[in-house]
T-cell receptor, first 113, second 115 residues
Framework: KAGVTQTPRYLIKTRGQQVTLSCSPI?????VSWYQQTPGQGLQFLFEYFSETQRNKGNFPGRFSGRQFSNSRSEMNVSTLELGDSALYLC????????????FGSGTRLTVV | AQSVTQLDSQVPVFEEAPVELRCNYS??????LFWYVQYPNQGLQLLLK??????LVESINGFEAEFNKSQTSFHLRKPSVHISDTAEYFC?????????????FGTGTRLQVTL
C-alpha cells in the first residue's frame, strides 16, 4: 500500500514569506502529526490532527498552523518565515493513537534564505 | 512532561560485532516506548515498540530492546551488526494519557558500522 506522501520534497523560501506543506496519509489513517527536525533542536512535535480536529499541540509560535481535511490529508503553514525555520518537516500518520505506530513520510526540506 | 536521553551521540562499531544504544526516559506517568531508525534523506521508520506485557521486544531485523521500569531505560541491542545498519536511531516515548498522540524524541544516536 502507498506510504505517507509529503510534497514538495524540497523548498527554498525567502525570509518573511509564507509556505504551505502538504501531507497525504496512508489510506484509512485518521491521525496526522507534524514534526520539525533540525540539527540543533532535534525532532520536535508541532501538532496532531484527528478527524479534522487539532488534538495535540507542541510549543511553537502561532506562525505555525495546520489543518486536516475530510479525506485526512493535512497541510501545515508557516507564515513570516525566519531563518531558524529552516528544517526537515516530517509528517506521520496513524490509525488512531500512537500505540498503533506512526508511519513517517520522507519529509519536506525547507530552506529559508 | 516526558523527556528522553540518548547517552551516546555516535557509536562506531565493526561489522559482526554486538552493539547497544542506550536510552533513558523521564516521565511522571506511564509511557509507551519506541525506537525509530532514520536512513539518510529519509523519514523515520518504526523499529520496535513496547506497549505492555513482556519487557523484551524484538524487531524483524535482529534488534531487540528491553524495558526496565526501575531504571527507566529502554536500551536497543543487536548481537551482530551489518553495514546496512548504519543509520541514526531515535528513542521516543509517549505518555499513556488522554489521546496518547505525541511522541517525545531523544537527540538520536548515529550508528556507524565499518568493515
Amino acid at each position: 500500500k502507498a506510504g505517507v506522501t509529503q510534497t514538495p520534497r524540497y523548498l527554498i523560501k525567502t525570509r518573511g514569506q509564507q509556505v504551505t506543506l502538504s501531507c497525504s496519509p496512508i489510506s484509512g489513517h485518521r491521525s496526522v502529526s507534524w514534526y520539525q527536525q533540525t540539527p540543533g533542536q532535534g525532532l520536535q512535535f508541532l501538532f496532531e490532527y484527528f478527524s479534522e480536529t487539532q488534538r495535540n499541540k507542541g510549543n511553537f509560535p502561532g506562525r505555525f498552523s495546520g489543518r486536516q481535511f475530510s479525506n485526512s490529508r493535512s497541510e501545515m503553514n508557516v507564515s513570516t518565515l525566519e531563518l531558524g525555520d529552516s528544517a526537515l518537516y516530517l509528517c506521520a500518520s496513524s490509525r488512531d493513537r500512537v500505540n498503533y505506530g506512526y508511519t513517517f513520510g520522507s519529509g519536506t526540506r525547507l530552506t529559508v534564505v | 512532561a516526558q523527556s528522553v536521553t540518548q547517552l551516546d551521540s555516535q557509536v562506531p562499531v565493526f561489522e559482526e560485532a554486538p552493539v547497544e544504544l542506550r536510552c533513558n526516559y523521564s516521565s511522571s506517568v506511564s509511557v509507551y516506548l519506541f525506537w525509530y531508525v532514520q536512513y539518510p534523506n529519509q523519514g523515520l521508520q518504526l523499529l520496535l515498540k513496547y506497549l505492555s506485557g513482556s519487557t523484551l521486544v524484538e524487531s524483524i531485523n535482529g534488534f531487540e530492546a528491553e524495558f526496565n521500569k526501575s531504571q527507566t531505560s529502554f536500551h536497543l541491542r543487536k548481537p551482530s551488526v551489518h553495514i546496512s545498519d548504519t543509520a541514526e536511531y531515535f528513542c521516543a516515548v509517549s505518555a499513556i494519557t488522554g489521546t496518547a498522540s505525541k511522541l517525545t524524541f531523544g537527540t538520536g544516536t548515529r550508528l556507524q558500522v565499518t568493515l
